[in-house]
C-alpha cells in the first residue's frame, strides 16, 4: 500500500466529515443559533470568560486537547499492523470525536460554561456528579504529572528542543499584548508568530541546551519537571488571554504547518508502507487487538479529555454559539490528522519491514521515538531538510503538543478542586486550589526518585479512564437531547460502542493488575469502574426519566438553560 493514497483517503474522509456531517449535527441535533448570548459575553471576567476569535480559540482547543497522546497512541497501535488502526482513527474522528467534543461544547455553553461534571449534577443528580468528579479529578491527574515526564525526557533525548521549547512562552506573550492589548492585525500577528517559533527551532538546532546529569543532587529529567511544574502553576493563575490562549493558537498554527511539511513529504516522497496491513504474528506479550485498540488510540479517535476541556476552558470563550462548530468538530479533525500522520510516519518512514519489526519487537515499544525517527527520515527525503532538523521539528510538535495539554490540565484541575470545594460547602480561593492542583501532581510526579519516574505511576490506567471519561460525556448529551425531544441516535451509537470497549478493557485490566498484585492500581481502577458503571445506570434512569416530562425549550434569550423537572 502506497502512503500517498492511505494520506489522500484520509484527509478526503475526515474532510467530508467536517464540511457534512458536521453541518448536519450543528442544524438539526444541536441547532447552533448565531442569535444567542454565549457566557462569555454575558459572564465575561477578563480572566477565564473571555470573548475570542474563533480561530484563535480553535487554537487553544486543538493543542490543548491533543498533547502527546495522537502521537503516543497511534505509534503504539500499528503494533497490531496499519488497517486497524487507519480504520479507527478515521471513522471515529468522523463519527465520534468530532461529534463528541462539539456536543460536549455546545451542551457547556448552554449553561454558563459549566463543566461536564456539574452538568451531570443538573440532569443525572448529585449523586452522579460526585461520582463524575472522581473520574474527571483522576484522569487530570494523569495527565499531568505523566506530560511532565513526557516533557522532560523529549528535553533531556532532544536538547535541540529546548530553545524553541521555552522560546515559544516568550512568543505568545507578545502576540496576546499584540492582539488583546495593542488591537493588531490577527493576519500579521499569525505569520510573524510561526516565523519566530521556526526560527527559533533553527537555533535550537544549532545551540543544543543539555543539562549537567544532575542539579543539587537531581537527575536532569528531575529539573525539568520542577521547571515545568512551577511554569504551569504561573500560567494557570494569569488571564486566559495573556498566556494560554495566545500560546496555544501560534502553537497550533505552527503544529499545522509542520503537519503540512509533514505531509508534503508523503506527497514527494510516496513511500510504501513497510508494516503489515494485519500483523499475522505479534510480540509476545502484546494484548489481544479487541478491545485494546481502542483504548490505546484515544485522542485521535475519541477521547474523554476532550470534554473535560470543551467544558472547562473552551466553552466559556465562545463569541457565538455557531463558533462551536468550527472549534468543536474541527479541533477533532486537526487531532485526527495528527494521528494519521503518525500512522503513515511509523509504518512508512522505514525503507523495509525488518527495519519496521526492530523497533516494534515488544508491546509497547514505537511511541514518539517512532514518529520523531521515521517521521524525520521521511521529512529529510522528501523536503530535504537535515535530519537532525527534522527531527528537533518533530521532537518541538511533540513538547508543544504535550506542553499545552499540561498547562489546561493544570488550569482544569484548579477548576476542579474548588467545584468539589463548593459540593463540601468550602470557598477554595483559586491560589489555594491551584497549589493543591500543583502539589498533588508534584508529590505524585516525584514519589518513585528524584527522576520523576512516579509521574508515570498511573498512567497505565489512562486509556480506560479516558474512553470511559467519553462515554460518560456523551450519556449527559444524550439526556439533554432527551429533555429537548432531538434526535439521539448520532450519540447514542458512539456511547454504546466506546462504554462498551472502555469498561471490557478496564476489567480485563483489573484481572492483570489482580494477578501481579499491583493493589494500588487495582484499587484505583475499582473506584474508576464503579463509579463510571454508577454513573451510567444514573444516566439511563435520567433518560427514561426525560422521556416522561414535558420537553424543555430553549430560547436565545436564556441566559442559562431552563433546567428539568426533578432538578427544579
Same mark, same amino acid.
Given at each position: 500500500?502506497?502512503?500517498?493514497?492511505?494520506?489522500?483517503?484520509?484527509?478526503?474522509?475526515?474532510?467530508?466529515?467536517?464540511?457534512?456531517?458536521?453541518?448536519?449535527?450543528?442544524?438539526?441535533?444541536?441547532?447552533?443559533?448565531?442569535?444567542?448570548?454565549?457566557?462569555?459575553?454575558?459572564?465575561?471576567?477578563?480572566?477565564?470568560?473571555?470573548?475570542?476569535?474563533?480561530?484563535?480559540?480553535?487554537?487553544?482547543?486543538?493543542?490543548?486537547?491533543?498533547?502527546?497522546?495522537?502521537?503516543?497512541?497511534?505509534?503504539?497501535?500499528?503494533?497490531?499492523?496499519?488497517?486497524?488502526?487507519?480504520?479507527?482513527?478515521?471513522?471515529?474522528?468522523?463519527?465520534?470525536?468530532?461529534?463528541?467534543?462539539?456536543?460536549?461544547?455546545?451542551?457547556?455553553?448552554?449553561?454558563?460554561?459549566?463543566?461536564?461534571?456539574?452538568?451531570?449534577?443538573?440532569?443525572?443528580?448529585?449523586?452522579?456528579?460526585?461520582?463524575?468528579?472522581?473520574?474527571?479529578?483522576?484522569?487530570?491527574?494523569?495527565?499531568?504529572?505523566?506530560?511532565?515526564?513526557? !516533557?522532560?525526557? @523529549? &528535553?533531556?533525548? %532532544?536538547?535541540?528542543?529546548?530553545?524553541?521549547?521555552?522560546?515559544?512562552? $516568550? =512568543? +505568545?506573550?507578545?502576540?496576546?499584548?499584540?492582539?488583546?492589548?495593542?488591537?493588531?492585525?490577527?493576519?500579521?500577528?499569525?505569520?510573524?508568530?510561526?516565523?519566530?517559533?521556526?526560527?527559533?527551532?533553527?537555533?535550537?538546532?544549532?545551540?543544543?541546551?543539555?543539562?549537567?546529569?544532575?542539579?543539587?543532587?537531581?537527575?536532569?529529567?528531575?529539573?525539568?519537571?520542577?521547571?515545568?511544574?512551577?511554569?504551569?502553576?504561573?500560567?494557570?493563575?494569569?488571564?486566559?488571554?495573556?498566556?494560554?490562549?495566545?500560546?496555544?493558537?501560534?502553537?497550533?498554527?505552527?503544529?499545522?504547518?509542520?503537519?503540512?511539511?509533514?505531509?508534503?513529504?508523503?506527497?514527494?516522497?510516496?513511500?510504501?508502507?513497510?508494516?503489515?496491513?494485519?500483523?499475522?504474528?505479534?510480540?509476545?506479550?502484546?494484548?489481544? !487487538?479487541?478491545? @485494546? &485498540?481502542?483504548? %490505546?488510540?484515544?485522542?485521535?479517535?475519541?477521547?474523554?479529555?476532550?470534554? $473535560? =476541556? +470543551?467544558?472547562?476552558?473552551?466553552?466559556?470563550?465562545?463569541?457565538?454559539?455557531?463558533?462551536?462548530?468550527?472549534?468543536?468538530?474541527?479541533?477533532?479533525?486537526?487531532?485526527?490528522?495528527?494521528?494519521?500522520?503518525?500512522?503513515?510516519?511509523?509504518?512508512?518512514?522505514?525503507?523495509?519491514?525488518?527495519?519496521?519489526?526492530?523497533?516494534?519487537?515488544?508491546?509497547?515499544?514505537?511511541?514518539?521515538?517512532?514518529?520523531?525517527?521515521?517521521?524525520?527520515?521521511?521529512?529529510?527525503?522528501?523536503?530535504?531538510?537535515?535530519?537532525?532538523?527534522?527531527?528537533?521539528?518533530?521532537?518541538?510538535?511533540?513538547?508543544?503538543?504535550?506542553?499545552?495539554?499540561?498547562?489546561?490540565?493544570?488550569?482544569?484541575?484548579?477548576?476542579?478542586?474548588?467545584?468539589?470545594?463548593?459540593?463540601?460547602?468550602?470557598?477554595?480561593?483559586?491560589?489555594?486550589? %491551584?497549589?493543591?492542583?500543583?502539589?498533588?501532581?508534584?508529590?505524585?510526579?516525584?514519589? +518513585?526518585?528524584?527522576?520523576?519516574?512516579?509521574?508515570?505511576?498511573?498512567?497505565?490506567?489512562?486509556?480506560?479512564?479516558?474512553?470511559?471519561?467519553?462515554?460518560?460525556?456523551?450519556?449527559?448529551?444524550?439526556?439533554?437531547?432527551?429533555?429537548?425531544?432531538?434526535?439521539?441516535?448520532?450519540?447514542?451509537?458512539?456511547?454504546?460502542?466506546?462504554?462498551?470497549?472502555?469498561?471490557?478493557?478496564?476489567?480485563?485490566?483489573?484481572?492483570?493488575?489482580?494477578?501481579?498484585?499491583?493493589?494500588?492500581?487495582?484499587?484505583?481502577?475499582?473506584?474508576?469502574?464503579?463509579?463510571?458503571?454508577?454513573?451510567?445506570?444514573?444516566?439511563?434512569?435520567?433518560?427514561?426519566?426525560?422521556?416522561?416530562?414535558?420537553?424543555?425549550?430553549?430560547?436565545?434569550?436564556?441566559?442559562?438553560?431552563?433546567?428539568?423537572?426533578?432538578?427544579?
Amino acid at each position: 500500500m502506497n502512503s500517498l493514497a492511505l494520506a489522500i483517503i484520509g484527509i478526503a474522509m475526515m474532510g467530508a466529515g467536517y464540511l457534512l456531517y458536521s453541518k448536519f449535527l450543528g442544524k438539526s441535533i444541536f441547532r447552533l443559533s448565531p442569535n444567542y448570548s454565549t457566557p462569555a459575553h454575558t459572564m465575561e471576567d477578563g480572566v477565564d470568560y473571555v470573548p475570542t476569535n474563533k480561530y484563535v480559540l480553535w487554537g487553544h482547543h486543538f493543542t490543548s486537547v491533543a498533547g502527546a497522546a495522537p502521537i503516543i497512541g497511534p505509534a503504539v497501535a500499528v503494533i497490531w499492523g496499519w488497517v486497524p488502526a487507519f480504520l479507527w482513527v478515521t471513522i471515529g474522528t468522523v463519527f465520534f470525536a468530532g461529534m463528541h467534543d462539539l456536543g460536549a461544547l455546545w451542551a457547556s455553553q448552554r449553561h454558563r460554561g459549566q463543566s461536564i461534571g456539574t452538568l451531570s449534577g443538573r440532569y443525572i443528580g448529585k449523586r452522579g456528579r460526585n461520582l463524575f468528579l472522581i473520574v474527571i479529578f483522576l484522569l487530570l491527574l494523569m495527565v499531568n504529572t505523566a506530560f511532565a515526564v513526557v !516533557i522532560s525526557n @523529549l &528535553l533531556v533525548s %532532544t536538547p535541540t528542543a529546548v530553545i524553541p521549547t521555552w522560546g515559544a512562552i $516568550v =512568543v +505568545a506573550l507578545l502576540i496576546g499584548q499584540a492582539i488583546y492589548r495593542f488591537n493588531w492585525n490577527l493576519p500579521l500577528v499569525s505569520i510573524v508568530g510561526v516565523v519566530a517559533l521556526y526560527a527559533l527551532m533553527i537555533l535550537g538546532d544549532r545551540v543544543p541546551v543539555v543539562l549537567p546529569d544532575t542539579v543539587l543532587g537531581i537527575p536532569a529529567n528531575g529539573v525539568w519537571i520542577i521547571l515545568l511544574f512551577i511554569y504551569a502553576f504561573i500560567a494557570s493563575m494569569l488571564p486566559v488571554w495573556v498566556l494560554l490562549q495566545p500560546r496555544d493558537y501560534i502553537n497550533g498554527l505552527q503544529l499545522f504547518v509542520g503537519l503540512g511539511i509533514l505531509y508534503c513529504s508523503f506527497l514527494i516522497t510516496r513511500p510504501d508502507i513497510a508494516a503489515p496491513a494485519l500483523r499475522d504474528t505479534v510480540p509476545e506479550g502484546t494484548p489481544g !487487538i479487541f478491545p @485494546l &485498540l481502542f483504548v %490505546t488510540i484515544a485522542c485521535g479517535a475519541i477521547s474523554g479529555f476532550h470534554g $473535560v =476541556v +470543551a467544558s472547562g476552558t473552551s466553552s466559556k470563550q465562545i463569541d457565538k454559539e455557531t463558533d462551536v462548530r468550527f472549534v468543536g468538530y474541527f479541533g477533532a479533525v486537526g487531532e485526527g490528522l495528527l494521528a494519521l500522520g503518525t500512522i503513515i510516519a511509523t509504518t512508512a518512514g522505514f525503507k523495509t519491514a525488518a527495519q519496521w519489526e526492530e523497533i516494534y519487537s515488544e508491546w509497547n515499544a514505537g511511541g514518539v521515538e517512532a514518529f520523531v525517527q521515521g517521521g524525520g527520515a521521511l521529512m529529510n527525503e522528501g523536503m530535504g531538510i537535515p535530519t537532525s532538523l527534522s527531527g528537533t521539528i518533530l521532537a518541538t510538535m511533540a513538547v508543544l503538543f504535550a506542553a499545552t495539554t499540561m498547562d489546561s490540565g493544570v488550569r482544569l484541575q484548579r477548576l476542579v478542586v474548588q467545584e468539589i470545594g463548593e459540593i463540601m460547602g468550602v470557598r477554595i480561593k483559586a491560589i489555594v486550589s %491551584t497549589i493543591i492542583a500543583v502539589g498533588l501532581a508534584f508529590g505524585l510526579t516525584f514519589s +518513585a526518585g528524584a527522576d520523576g519516574s512516579g509521574g508515570m505511576t498511573i498512567w497505565p490506567l489512562f486509556g480506560t479512564t479516558n474512553q470511559l471519561m467519553a462515554g460518560l460525556a456523551l450519556a449527559i448529551v444524550v439526556v439533554i437531547l432527551t429533555h429537548l425531544r432531538r434526535p439521539t441516535w448520532p450519540v447514542i451509537i458512539p456511547l454504546i460502542f466506546v462504554t462498551a470497549m472502555s469498561l471490557w478493557a478496564a476489567l480485563l485490566q483489573l484481572k492483570s493488575l489482580f494477578i501481579n498484585q499491583n493493589w494500588l492500581l487495582f484499587c484505583m481502577d475499582v473506584i474508576i469502574v464503579v463509579a463510571a458503571i454508577w454513573v451510567i445506570v444514573e444516566a439511563v434512569g435520567a433518560i427514561s426519566r426525560a422521556r416522561k416530562q414535558a420537553p424543555l425549550e430553549w430560547s436565545d434569550e436564556d441566559v442559562d438553560a431552563p433546567l428539568p423537572e426533578h432538578a427544579r
